[in-house]
C-alpha cells in the first residue's frame, strides 16, 4: 500500500472537448516522508466533498433554488398519495417525511418487498427511536417523476 503513488489524478473532458484533470486521491501525509507516514490514502470525504462541489458549480444558484423547490413540491405530492392517517406528522417538512405502517406490518418485510419491486424503502426510525417503531421514513428527491412516485406509493400498499 505505501508504495503506490501519493497522488492518483483523473482525467476527463469537457463538453466543449479541452481534456481536464481532477484529484481524486491523495496521501493523507502529503508533508510526511514516505517510510514515516501512518496511513497511505485519504477516506473518501475528500472525493465526496469534490463531487458537491462541482455538482453546485454546475448547476448554479438558480438551479440549486430550482432543485430544492422540485424537492419539496415532489415530496409533497408524495405524502399527499399516501392514504390518509398514514402520515405521522403534520409540521412542516422539506424532502422527507414520515409514515406510519399499520399495526401488522414489519417495516423490514416491507422493504424487502419494495427492493424486489426496483424501490429502495423507507428507513426504519424505530432503529433508532424506539417511540417510532412502525414508523417509516420517506425521503424524495427532484430525480423522481409523478408516475415514479404513485408506482411507488401503490408497491408500498401492495407490500404491507
Not at 107 to 115: D, Q, W
Amino acid at each position: 500500500m505505501r508504495r503506490i503513488p501519493g497522488r492518483i489524478v483523473g482525467q476527463t473532458t469537457d463538453r466543449d472537448g479541452k481534456r481536464g484533470f481532477v484529484l481524486t486521491l491523495q496521501a493523507r501525509e502529503q508533508h510526511i516522508r514516505r517510510e514515516k507516514a501512518t496511513s497511505n490514502i485519504c477516506s473518501n470525504q475528500a472525493l465526496l466533498a469534490l463531487c458537491a462541489s462541482v455538482y453546485m458549480s454546475v448547476m448554479g444558484k438558480a438551479g440549486m433554488q430550482e432543485v430544492a423547490r422540485q424537492n419539496m413540491s415532489k415530496a409533497h405530492y408524495a405524502s399527499g398519495r399516501f392514504p390518509s392517517g398514514s402520515k405521522a406528522f403534520t409540521e412542516p417538512f422539506f424532502n422527507e417525511f414520515v409514515i406510519k405502517l399499520p399495526e401488522s406490518s414489519n417495516i423490514p418485510s416491507v422493504n424487502a418487498k419494495l427492493l424486489k419491486a426496483g424501490y429502495i424503502g423507507g428507513y426504519d426510525l424505530g432503529r433508532d427511536y424506539p417511540e417510532l417503531a412502525g414508523h417509516m421514513l420517506v425521503a424524495v428527491t427532484e430525480r423522481r417523476t409523478k408516475g415514479e412516485i404513485d408506482d411507488f406509493v401503490r408497491e408500498w400498499e401492495a407490500s404491507l
